[in-house]
């Protein structure tokens, strides 16, 4: 079956401290990742698509790193800010056109 | 990117009752999925929904309770039938970007069922 996994479950960090969020997924042979994030009540908002044969992908202050042989993701984001606040959720998709297979997500706190 | 309209945002149903879900895509794309997120859990596919052919559904999901229509290659509609307490969730249309295969979703409609 598979499996998407993230932990930790819940992080609340002060402002201004880089963090890291995991996920790792079960079966390897991705088609690609996707990370998002989601406000309470809300719907979800990509945040960055890795593929398969990539190995990660920026955008600002967010770096999302792919390790696809050991079946792991990281969304690294630095100088958090409590605009950062959110569940961050992780998906793969395993070919074109087929639907996510989601994470439970990281409820993120960042305190001021 | 897509653009992805869902309509109604947010609504109370009385128990027993059917509410109809809308999902409007800004281009044409070929599959639209359907997600149901109940509270403080993370996404389960509901149905994929084709243009022109009937959705497929999950384990669990069966089309007497969740009927999908997709009459085109922009729109899409959920019901929820003979609604408990059970389906109180936000319930979230998404689609294939189809550019590097970026999935979106619409803001999600959100229903308590009373």
């Known amino acids: 079956k598979q499996e998407v996994t993230q932990i930790p479950a819940a992080l609340s960090v002060p402002e201004g401290e880089n963090l890291v969020l995991n996920c790792s997924f079960t079966?390897?042979?991705?088609?690609?990742l996707q990370w998002f994030r989601q406000d309470p009540g809300k719907g979800l908002t990509s945040l960055l698509l890795i593929q398969s044969s990539q190995r990660e992908q920026t955008s600002g202050r967010l770096n999302a790193s792919l390790d696809k042989s050991s079946g792991r993701s990281t969304l690294y984001i630095a100088a958090s800010q409590p605009g950062d606040s959110a569940t961050y959720l992780c998906a793969v998709t395993y070919s074109g056109n087929t639907p996510l297979v989601f994470g439970k997500g990281t409820r993120l706190s960042v305190i001021a | 990117s897509a653009v992805i309209s869902q309509k109604p945002s947010r609504d109370i149903c009385q128990r027993g009752t059917s509410l109809t879900i809308q999902c409007q895509v800004d281009?044409?794309?070929?599959?639209m999925f359907w997600y149901r997120q109940q509270p403080g859990q993370s996404l389960t596919l509901i149905a994929t929904a084709n243009q022109g052919s009937e959705a497929t559904y999950e384990s669990g999901f069966v089309i007497d309770k969740f009927p999908i229509s997709r009459p085109n290659l922009t729109f899409s509609t959920l019901t929820v039938s003979n609604m408990s307490p059970e389906d109180s969730s936000i319930y979230l249309c998404s689609v294939d970007g189809g550019w590097g295969n970026t999935i979106y979703f619409g803001e999600g409609s959100w229903l308590t069922v009373v």
């Open positions: 079966d390897s042979a991705i088609y690609n």
């Open positions: 281009s044409q794309v070929t599959m």
